[in-house]
């Protein structure tokens, strides 16, 4: 039995490492915390769910046991998506759930992503539940909660399946990098008319071919040499929990979530002419112009899915997207971030046009750096960025944006600064008209950077 860590309650989540900072019996604890907030908000059911991860089967039944002793009753979907549980939350009798996931992160990682009462949890409410935890005597509740299994996958896949039509038949190419969207992917596509090729679509929780992350081109390669090598119009890439999308075009192009949102921008507007779409600080600079272009309301927010989950809920935007993959569409969806629906909905737009990489290849875009990592000691990353945002100082920018880290905007570029909430690192992003502007702005960063931290390792 391990002593509870609070380094595994983040900011959007629960996340530790097997046998390190995580094991059975703090999920336990984690579902008895859960479930007393639940009843609290008047939710006497949560339903659960699991990825493909070793670990899931012993997590996912201590956390059964441990919501079942505060009384709530459990829906057990099994293994599914991470979207799959909250889809349970929106047509199952809860508004609460908790998908046993470690995401993208290595294999002897795991955690928890929570719905409670109809909102995703973030920041002050997932510290609530540690300090529950710390606060309980560990008795269970008088009444006992019940537990019963649902299998969800049909109503899913005919949700979408009823929702989404393409304009002509496809051939695809669909990398799930063994996470659990390769048990959905390929029956998804094929009901929808597609012709599919998977690549390691069989879950396995070791990912032995590479790892399931689309944010990174090097997990990208196969889907890649995959098109190059075959008939395929397009390529799909998934995250292990199956809530990110990664797209690839025929000729090898990797088609980041920020342009992919000026699709879903275009088609949404048509349906919601003058309102808000939503996106994160990493995203390119070409994306407000083109909402604007496209008679939307361009509104750049923090990042971080259960931040921009809130948001939208807040302004009543129909579509949200970050960088990193997640995108909420809230037309004709539920607001959730659900890279399955998310491909879906790109196979109707792109199914339209006679060359879909065409499309996609020109759509606007610069000189751009993938996510670049300054990592850092636990807790250095904020104290840094502090100090950053009290005493950088770059010349010839036009503005600072300070939402969310230090984004500076230039005639010709932008470059990004901000702290990880889920890893001590400091995330930056660059971008910029030409490779000469593009140097420049990073070699601004670098000079700031180096002059609040002179023994920085720099990636760049």
């Known amino acids: 039995?391990?002593?509870?860590?609070?380094?595994?309650?983040?900011?959007?989540?629960?996340?530790?490492?097997?046998?390190?900072?995580?094991?059975?019996?703090?999920?336990?604890?984690?579902?008895?915390?859960?479930?007393?907030?639940?009843?609290?908000?008047?939710?006497?059911?949560?339903?659960?769910?699991?990825?493909g991860r070793l670990s899931g089967p012993e997590l996912t039944a201590a956390l059964a046991q441990g919501l079942q002793a505060?009384?709530?009753?459990?829906?057990?979907?099994?293994?599914?998506?991470?979207?799959?549980?909250?889809?349970?939350?929106?047509?199952?009798?809860?508004?609460?759930g908790i998908m046993v996931t470690g995401s993208h992160n290595p294999p002897d990682y795991n955690g928890f992503k929570m719905v409670l009462a109809g909102e995703a949890i973030h920041g002050e409410a997932i510290q609530a539940l540690y300090h529950s935890i710390v606060a309980h005597d560990g008795s269970a509740s008088a009444k006992q909660g019940s537990y019963a299994t649902h299998d969800i996958r049909a109503a899913y896949l005919q949700r979408i399946l009823g929702d989404v039509k393409l304009a002509r038949p496809i051939k695809i190419a669909v990398d799930c990098g063994n996470g659990v969207a390769g048990a959905f992917a390929?029956?998804?596509?094929?009901?929808?008319?597609?012709?599919?090729?998977?690549?390691?679509?069989?879950?396995?929780?070791?990912?032995?071919?590479?790892?399931?992350?689309?944010?990174?081109?090097?997990?990208?390669?196969?889907?890649?040499?995959?098109?190059?090598?075959?008939?395929?119009?397009?390529?799909?890439?998934f995250d292990g929990d199956g809530d990110r999308l990664g797209v690839v075009t025929k000729d090898g192009q990797i088609i980041y979530?920020?342009?992919?949102?000026?699709?879903?921008?275009?088609?949404?507007?048509?349906?919601?002419?003058?309102?808000?779409?939503?996106?994160?600080?990493?995203?390119?600079?070409?994306?407000a112009p083109w909402i604007s272009k496209h008679g939307g309301v361009p509104l750049m927010y923090k990042t971080g899915h259960s931040l921009v989950k809130a948001k939208l809920r807040e302004t009543g935007a129909p579509l949200g997207g970050e960088m990193s993959g997640h995108i909420f569409f809230k037309d004709r969806w539920y607001g959730f971030d659900d890279g399955l629906y998310s491909a879906a909905r790109l196979l109707e737009i792109l199914t339209r046009e006679a060359d879909p990489s065409a499309l996609l290849n020109s759509l606007p875009q610069s000189d751009s750096t993938p996510e670049l990592h300054l990592e850092l000691k636990e807790g250095e990353n904020v104290a840094l960025m502090d100090m950053l945002r009290r005493d950088a100082v770059f010349p010839g920018n036009e503005q600072i944006i300070t939402i969310d880290g230090l984004r500076v905007e230039y005639a010709?570029?932008?470059?990004?600064?901000?702290?990880?909430?889920?890893?001590?690192?400091?995330?930056?992003?660059?971008?910029?008209?030409?490779?000469?502007?593009?140097?420049?702005?990073?070699?601004?960063?670098?000079?700031?950077?180096l002059a609040a931290k002179p023994d920085a390792v720099l990636p760049f």
Request: glycine share 8%; proline share 5%.
């Open 70 to 96: 505060a009384g709530v009753d459990v829906i057990d979907l099994g293994v599914v998506a991470t979207p799959m549980v909250y889809f349970g939350t929106n047509v199952l009798d809860t508004r609460s």
């Open 1 to 51: 039995m391990l002593p509870l860590s609070r380094t595994i309650f983040k900011a959007y989540d629960i996340r530790g490492i097997i046998a390190k900072t995580l094991d059975a019996s703090v999920a336990h604890k984690i579902g008895q915390a859960f479930g007393q907030a639940a009843l609290a908000k008047g939710e006497q059911r949560v339903v659960i769910g699991r990825d």
């Open 257 to 287: 979530p920020d342009r992919q949102m000026m699709l879903f921008a275009a088609d949404v507007l048509t349906r919601h002419p003058g309102a808000q779409i939503l996106y994160d600080v990493k995203c390119t600079r070409h994306l």
């Open 412 to 449: 010709d570029g932008f470059g990004l600064a901000r702290s990880s909430n889920t890893t001590p690192v400091i995330v930056m992003r660059f971008e910029a008209e030409t490779p000469a502007a593009l140097a420049r702005i990073q070699g601004q960063f670098k000079s700031v950077i």
């Open 186 to 237: 390929g029956d998804l596509f094929r009901g929808m008319g597609c012709e599919v090729i998977e690549l390691f679509c069989d879950v396995d929780g070791n990912f032995p071919n590479h790892h399931p992350d689309p944010a990174h081109p090097e997990n990208l390669q196969d889907l890649i040499r995959c098109l190059a090598e075959t008939d395929a119009e397009i390529g799909i890439a």
